[in-house]
């Protein structure tokens, strides 16, 4: 099973981005898809996750600006950014935890401009 984290980039105070992280090989028992961010010099913080049952939850520094969602099939989980802060930045990485275990993926940097 591999991650492949997508969508990162530069963008100004204020703007959006839609990070996308595809799964490939067959996945089975999954307990939550989540994204997770680590900014330099700080600790690696699950900023939020997506259950089978489809309920949600998310750290409280990105509350009503950020949604995620995932296809039906479990094959890509998406985290859609709004009113990105410099404090947003961060390298951005998917976590698939399953009842084997957990899954990462490479992440990918955001870079939030003030």
């Known amino acids: 099973v591999q991650l492949q984290a997508s969508g990162g980039g530069l963008v100004q105070a204020g703007g959006s981005l839609r990070l996308s992280c595809a799964v490939s090989?067959?996945?089975?028992?999954?307990?939550?898809m989540r994204w997770y961010r680590q900014a330099p010099g700080k600790e690696r913080e699950r900023v939020a996750a997506i259950l089978p049952s489809g309920s949600s939850n998310y750290a409280d520094s990105v509350e009503g600006r950020f949604s995620i969602s995932r296809d039906r099939a479990n094959k890509t989980v998406y985290l859609q950014m709004n009113s990105l802060e410099p404090r947003d930045t961060a390298v951005y990485y998917c976590?698939?935890?399953?009842?084997?275990?957990?899954?990462w993926g490479q992440g990918t940097l955001v870079t939030v401009s003030s």
């Open positions: 090989g067959s996945i089975i028992g999954v307990k939550a």
């Open positions: 976590n698939i935890h399953t009842v084997y275990g957990p899954h």
